[in-house]
C-alpha cells in the first residue's frame, strides 16, 4: 500500500512537473527543487517575512508538490521553535549567543543586511533628527514634538517587545542601552508597529527598513537618510544582518530553500523588499 | 415493552458500562491534565524559590534590561482592567437578563438573547481588530488620551466581551426561579418593575455574584484584548488613561525570550499567580453554590 502511495506521488509530481512553463530563462536555482517534495515550515523573525512570503510563493508556484508555511513570532520564537525542532527553520534578527548554539546545535546562515529606522507618522513634519534627540526622546527627556522643531503635541513613543531582534539592533547601536520610558507603548511585531505609528499622528517608533512604505514616515538620522546604499557604505549605522537557522544539517528541501535564498534569485527577492543580499 | 427482553437487558447494561468507563476515562484525563499543569508551573517557579529570586519578582519594577524583574504592576494591570470591564459590563448584563426575563414582549425578547448568544460565538481576535481601528483613535482624539491604547479602551472591549458569560450565566439562575414566587407577587398587584424590584433581585442574589466572579475570571483570562489595546508598558494603572501591562499579555511577550534569562523565569511566577487566581475563584463559586442552598428559591427538580 505505501508503494502504491509513493509511485502515485512520484508521479503526480512528474505530471505536475512536467505541464509547468519554463519560459523564464532564470529559474535555475528553482530547477533544484523539481523532484522534491514535502512541507518546509519558517518560524521567527518578523522582518524576514516578507522575502520568505515571496520566497515561498514563487516555490510553490513552480512546484505544488512542496508546502512552505511562514510565521512570525519575533527573534525569540525563531530561536525556541527551531531548537525545540517545532519548525525547519527559525529566523533571527541577531546572530545567536554561543548558549543558544551549544544549546541546540544551531547552524545560522545570514541572507540579507537589514537597517532599523526611527519612523513617525506620514503627517509629521519632523524628517530628521540627531542621534541624540532620539536618545532622548525614547528616555522620556524631550516629550513635546516642538522641541525638536514639530508641532506642539505630545510624543507617543512606541517600543517593541523584549524578545525583538528589532528592538536589540535599535536599543545598542542607536539609543546606546540608554533607558526607554517606562511609558512607552510595546507592540509585538514589526506590522504591529507599522499600524500604530500609520495610526497615531503623535507617534514614533522604530521597524527593520524592509517593513517601511509610505503609511509611515522613515527619519533621517543625523541627515543620513535610512535606506539600503547607506546601510552597505556604512553611512547609516543601525544596521544588523538577517539569518535563517536550522537545527544541525538540513535536509535536502530545506537545504533547497536556503541555495534558493542565498541564490541571484533570491537575492533579486531580498533586494525588492529593502534589503541587501549578502553572500 | 419499553425494557425488552432479558438478554437485550443485559446489552444495555454492557453499553452502559462501556460508556461509563469512557467517561471515567475522560475524566481521569482531564484531572491528570489540571494537576500536571499544576506540577509542572510549581516545578518551572522551583529556582525562583531556592535562588532566592522571589523578592525580585514580587517587586515593583519591570525593566529587564536594567536588571528589576518585578511583575507586581502587571498584576495591578489585571486587575484594575477586569475590575473596570466587569463594573462597565455588569450593570448591562444584569439590565439585559431582568428585560429579557420578565419585562420584554416575547419577540424582543427572542431578539436579544439570539444577538447575546451570538456574541459569544465572536472570536476575540475580532473585537481587538475592530477595537485598534475604531476604538483607538476614537480615545486618542476625542479624550486626547496618550496614545489611544490605554486601560480604559481594553477595559471597554473586554466589557462587551464578558457581556454575554454574565449573562448567560445569571440568565439560567433566573430561569431556576419558581415561578410561583413571580405568580404570587404578580397576585398580589406587583408590576413588572416592582416584581424585579422587589422580588426576583433578592432571589437572585446569589446567581448575581456567581456571574460577576465568572465574568471577572473571564476577564483575568483573556490575553488578546490586553495585548492589542492595553499598549503593555509595564507600570501601574495610575489613571484611567496610561498604558498597562496585563498577566497574560506580559506572558506572550516574554515567552520569546532567551530560556536561561531571569525575564524568561518571571513568566513562570506570572502563570502561577493566574493559575491560583483562577483557582480560587472556582472554589469560592464552589462554596457560594453550596452554602446557600435553601436561598436559592429554585423550583424542585
Known amino acids: 500500500m505505501k508503494t502504491i502511495n509513493l509511485l502515485w506521488l512520484i508521479t503526480v509530481c512528474f505530471l505536475v512537473s512536467a505541464v509547468m512553463p519554463f519560459d523564464q530563462g532564470h529559474c535555475n536555482a528553482l530547477e533544484s527543487f523539481k523532484n522534491l517534495n514535502g512541507t518546509i515550515s519558517i518560524a521567527g523573525g518578523t522582518a524576514h517575512i516578507p522575502v520568505m512570503n515571496d520566497a515561498a510563493k514563487t516555490i510553490m508556484t513552480f512546484n505544488p508538490a512542496v508546502r512552505i508555511t511562514v510565521e512570525g513570532g519575533g527573534t525569540g520564537v525563531g530561536v525556541q521553535k527551531v531548537g525545540e525542532g517545532l519548525v525547519d527553520i527559525g529566523n533571527t534578527g541577531r546572530a545567536l549567543s554561543p548558549e543558544e548554539i551549544g544549546k541546540y546545535g544551531l547552524r545560522s546562515y545570514a541572507f540579507a543586511l537589514d537597517g532599523v529606522a526611527a519612523v513617525v507618522n506620514a503627517q509629521n513634519s519632523v524628517s530628521n533628527l540627531s542621534a541624540e534627540q532620539i536618545m532622548d526622546i525614547f528616555a522620556g527627556k524631550i516629550s513635546n514634538w516642538k522641541e525638536v522643531g514639530g508641532r506642539d503635541a505630545a510624543i507617543h513613543l512606541f517600543s517593541r517587545d523584549e524578545a525583538s531582534g528589532t528592538r536589540e539592533v535599535f536599543w545598542k547601536k542607536l539609543l546606546k542601552q540608554g533607558t526607554v520610558a517606562q511609558s512607552a507603548n510595546i507592540v509585538p511585531s514589526n506590522g504591529a508597529m507599522k499600524v500604530a505609528v500609520a495610526q497615531d499622528p503623535n507617534a514614533i517608533g522604530y521597524v527593520s527598513i524592509g517593513h517601511i512604505d509610505e503609511s509611515v514616515k522613515a527619519l533621517q538620522l543625523d541627515g543620513v537618510a535610512a535606506s539600503q546604499e547607506n546601510a552597505l557604505n556604512g553611512s547609516y549605522p543601525v544596521v544588523r544582518k538577517l539569518y535563517m537557522n536550522t537545527r544541525g544539517e538540513p535536509n535536502p528541501l530545506v537545504q533547497a530553500f536556503i541555495d534558493y535564498i542565498l541564490s541571484p534569485d533570491g537575492a533579486a527577492i531580498i533586494r525588492r523588499h529593502g534589503y541587501f543580499p549578502i553572500e | ?301
Open chain 2, 1 to 301: 415493552m419499553p425494557f425488552g427482553r432479558p438478554c437485550g437487558l443485559r446489552l444495555r447494561s454492557k453499553l452502559e458500562r462501556c460508556i461509563e468507563r469512557i467517561l471515567l476515562i475522560a475524566t481521569a484525563i482531564a484531572a491528570v491534565a489540571i494537576i500536571s499543569i499544576l506540577l509542572l508551573l510549581a516545578y518551572f517557579c522551583l529556582p525562583l524559590f531556592t535562588s532566592g529570586e522571589l523578592g525580585e519578582v514580587f517587586s515593583r519594577r519591570w525593566q529587564p534590561f536594567a536588571g528589576s524583574y518585578g511583575i507586581l504592576p502587571m498584576c495591578a494591570g489585571s486587575f484594575a482592567i477586569s475590575l473596570l470591564a466587569l463594573f462597565l459590563a455588569f450593570p448591562g448584563a444584569v439590565a439585559i437578563c431582568f428585560f429579557v426575563h420578565s419585562l420584554a414582549p416575547a419577540p424582543a425578547a427572542g431578539l436579544l438573547k439570539t444577538l447575546v448568544h451570538f456574541m459569544t460565538g465572536i472570536p476575540t481576535v475580532i473585537y481587538g481588530f475592530v477595537s485598534v481601528f475604531l476604538l483607538v483613535p476614537l480615545m486618542r482624539d476625542w479624550l486626547s488620551a496618550g496614545t489611544g491604547f490605554t486601560l480604559l479602551t481594553a477595559a471597554i472591549t473586554l466589557s462587551l466581551l464578558i457581556l454575554p458569560t454574565i449573562v448567560l450565566v445569571f440568565q439560567a439562575r433566573l430561569e431556576r426561579i419558581d415561578p410561583t414566587l413571580t405568580l404570587a407577587s404578580a397576585a398580589l398587584g406587583f408590576t413588572p418593575i416592582e416584581q424585579v424590584r422587589h422580588v426576583l433581585i433578592p432571589a437572585s442574589a446569589q446567581g448575581l455574584l456567581v456571574a460577576a466572579i465568572l465574568g471577572f475570571g473571564r476577564a483575568i483570562g483573556d490575553t488578546l484584548i490586553s495585548l492589542m489595546l492595553a499598549g503593555n508598558a509595564a507600570q501601574f494603572p495610575v489613571s484611567l488613561f496610561v498604558s498597562i501591562r496585563t498577566l497574560t499579555a506580559h506572558i506572550a511577550l516574554v515567552l520569546a525570550t532567551d530560556s536561561q534569562s531571569m525575564a524568561y523565569r518571571s513568566v513562570f511566577a506570572a502563570g502561577l499567580v493566574l493559575f491560583l487566581l483562577m483557582g480560587m475563584i472556582n472554589l469560592l463559586i464552589q462554596r457560594i453554590g453550596r452554602a446557600d442552598n435553601e436561598k436559592t428559591y429554585e423550583k424542585d427538580r
